[in-house]
């Protein structure tokens, strides 16, 4: 079984920062991409940034130049930096990793979110 544990949402005033961190413990080879998504009330839960375990990025147009996405691939972590937060950016964030484990299954596997609050 694999586990992945988020840490460091809250409530914050728009502008502010927060940075997001997910580690993943348990049966696990290797992990390739790992990635953040969020879902507000009401909408459908997107993408807001991804990594490869070779540092490549991508991220969501609405979060370009204010969010940063890092991993430390010995610790199986990953972090989302959120600067100049709006309160657009309030949702529940969920931490997801594409991970191979000793047994050599593959899967995605998700954590239990953490909720982000930017009040104007």
């Known amino acids: 079984q694999v586990q992945l544990v988020e840490s460091g949402g809250g409530l914050v005033q728009a502008g502010g920062s927060l940075r997001l961190s997910c580690a993943a413990s348990g049966s696990i080879f290797s992990i390739n991409a790992m990635g953040w998504y969020r879902q507000a009330p009401g909408k459908q839960r997107e993408l807001v940034a991804a990594i490869t375990s070779g540092g490549s990025t991508n991220s969501a147009d609405s979060v370009k130049g204010r969010f940063t996405i890092s991993r430390d691939n010995a610790k199986n972590t990953v972090y989302l930096q959120m600067n100049s937060l709006k309160p657009e950016d309030t949702a529940v964030y969920y931490c997801?990793?594409?991970?191979?484990?000793?047994?050599?299954?593959?899967?995605?596997?998700w954590g239990q979110g953490t909720q982000v609050t930017v009040s104007s």
């Open positions: 997801n990793a594409d991970v191979i484990t000793k047994g050599w299954g593959r899967r995605d596997y």
